[in-house]
Nanobody, 111 residues
Framework: QVQLVESGGGLVQPGGSLRLSCVAS????????MGWYRQAPGKQREWVAR???????NYADSVKGRFTISRDNAKKTVYLQMNSLEPDDTAVYYC?????WGQGTLVTVSS
């Protein structure tokens, strides 16, 4: 059974940076794609970024050029480096794989 634990959220000023981490348990991590999603207050959950098992990446238009997804298969960890953060990036960020969700980590962008 896969379990996901996110960390790294917090309060940051506009223009700042954060790096989120998602640690996975289970033996399938290196063979599957991983994704980051987010849910802002009062809005539906939306896809943010995806990384394949081989390292190919895709991004939502709203974060392209500012966010970078990466993975360390040895550590069973996927990262989301977020730069040039904007107030609209405020949300709970979730890690996702094969229908399994983490508990989320809150990112607040505010001055």
């Amino acid at each position: 059974q896969v379990q996901l634990v996110e960390s790294g959220g917090g309060l940051v000023q506009p223009g700042g940076s954060l790096r989120l981490s998602c640690v996975a348990s289970g033996s399938i991590f290196s063979n599957v794609a991983m994704g980051w999603y987010r849910q802002a207050p009062g809005k539906q959950r939306e896809w943010v970024a995806r990384i394949s098992y081989s390292g190919s990446t895709n991004y939502a238009d709203s974060v392209k050029g500012r966010f970078t997804i990466s993975r360390d298969n040895a550590k069973k960890t996927v990262y989301l480096q977020m730069n040039s953060l904007e107030p609209d990036d405020t949300a709970v960020y979730y890690c996702h794989v094969l229908g399994v969700w983490g508990q989320g980590t809150l990112v607040t962008v505010s001055s």
